[in-house]
């Protein structure tokens, strides 16, 4: 046995490592998913037209180029999982590693390679300080790691503290996304073609008030991108 597969096992003995998706302990060949979840994991598709389910939620309500997300959360639990983790588990390196990934799988897609400037949706003040961290960012930056795009972070900022939306009806979400994001740097976002990113895209508010905002102070391109489509 070489030195470092010795310290590789050494280590997860140590250390077990479990699957992001069905928390089964992984084998040396595995990398933070097991084969089987790999294998099932709903990947959404990238074409545009009626069979893109992302991008018919901004059909009609705004000017874009793509929209798309990297899984189809129905029927999947490994999913919910996932996503859960990186909300609320305190795992936002697992965002962090499906922006890496599936950037390494798209880049050289012409529609990632329009990209200027990637722009995490971001948390507002009082909710990142109680969650320690901005998921969205994580899977912003696992992103430019793949693709090299830049990340600018500070571009847009939120403004009003949202409440949970679980129980609103999609009227009130819509209602209440609002003027909910601030544009802070027009100039640095001039022409650009932005990809705005989010963790999960439900009625797809988020990202449209977040365009809106941006569309509202300056002339750009807009994209949109979330980990999971719900
Ligand atoms: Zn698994």
Redesign the pocket.
Known sequence: MSPKLYWKSLNSLLFPRA?I??D?TLIEQEEF??I??SFFLPFSNTRKGIDNHVEKKFWGKIIFESAYSVFDMKYSDRVYKIIHKIKYKNQPKIAYNIGKIFGQYQREKEWLQNIDIILPIPLHSRKKRKRGYNQSLYFAKGLAQSTNIPVHNKVLKRKVFTISQTQKSRLDRYENMENVFQCMDPRAIYNKHLLIVDDVITTGATLLSAGQTLRNETSCKLSFLAIGNA
């Open positions: 699957c998706a069905c089964k998913i097991c089987e979840c």
